[in-house]
């Protein structure tokens, strides 16, 4: 199959995508580090153990809402029970699986650095655009993800997917 390449404005728009996308992750993991003495990726954990009615999650569901290995979740939960900000519960419903449960310790350390969180996002990435910016933002990510999403179902899987 031959190369579909970029055209130049396809090109300084991948460009900007990926160093805007680098730069803006640099930042929250930063801001986080900082404010907060965690990685980005440990607040998207306790962000996601917090939605949850109960506080709790199975680590392959939250391996895979956070689009990472099981082993790097395990490890991400490791240094988080650590911390006494998670603990892990057997399953009851499957013995072989386990459940990272979100501490009392921990939604005080999420809610702590949640306010430094936000205000790094919207200095960021809400107050630069415009409502209708904004808009399309919100509409170009989700076809994005949609694309992302059906390349898996055909087969094409990403490395961070167990």
Same mark, same amino acid.
């Given at each position: 199959m031959a190369a579909r390449w970029l055209s130049k404005e396809e090109q300084r728009a991948w460009r900007a995508y990926i160093e805007a996308v680098r730069l803006l992750q640099?930042? &929250? +993991?930063?801001? =986080?580090?900082?404010?907060?003495?965690? *990685?980005?990726?440990?607040? %998207?954990? &306790?962000? /996601?153990?917090? %939605?949850?009615?109960? /506080?709790? &999650?199975?680590?392959? %569901?939250?391996? !895979?809402? !956070?689009? @990472? @290995?099981? #082993? /790097?979740? #395990?490890?991400?939960?490791?240094?988080? $029970? $650590?911390?006494?900000?998670? /603990?892990? $519960? *057997?399953? *009851?419903? +499957?013995?072989?699986?386990? =459940?990272?449960? &979100? !501490?009392? %310790?921990?939604?005080?350390?999420?809610?702590?650095?949640?306010?430094?969180?936000?205000?790094a996002v919207r200095e960021t990435v809400i107050d630069p655009l415009s409502r209708e910016q904004l808009l399309a933002l919100a509409d170009a990510s989700r076809a994005i993800s949609a694309a992302v999403e059906a390349m898996r179902d055909h087969g094409v899987r990403s490395r961070a997917t167990p």
């Amino acid at each position: 199959m031959a190369a579909r390449w970029l055209s130049k404005e396809e090109q300084r728009a991948w460009r900007a995508y990926i160093e805007a996308v680098r730069l803006l992750q640099d930042a &929250l +993991d930063a801001q =986080l580090q900082a404010d907060a003495d965690m *990685p980005h990726a440990y607040y %998207e954990i &306790l962000v /996601r153990l917090s %939605e949850r009615p109960d /506080r709790r &999650l199975r680590m392959a %569901e939250l391996a !895979t809402g !956070t689009q @990472s @290995s099981r #082993s /790097r979740v #395990s490890h991400a939960v490791a240094r988080l $029970e $650590e911390r006494g900000w998670v /603990r892990r $519960e *057997p399953c *009851p419903s +499957d013995r072989r699986g386990q =459940l990272a449960v &979100l !501490t009392d %310790e921990g939604y005080d350390a999420l809610a702590a650095a949640a306010a430094g969180h936000v205000a790094a996002v919207r200095e960021t990435v809400i107050d630069p655009l415009s409502r209708e910016q904004l808009l399309a933002l919100a509409d170009a990510s989700r076809a994005i993800s949609a694309a992302v999403e059906a390349m898996r179902d055909h087969g094409v899987r990403s490395r961070a997917t167990p």
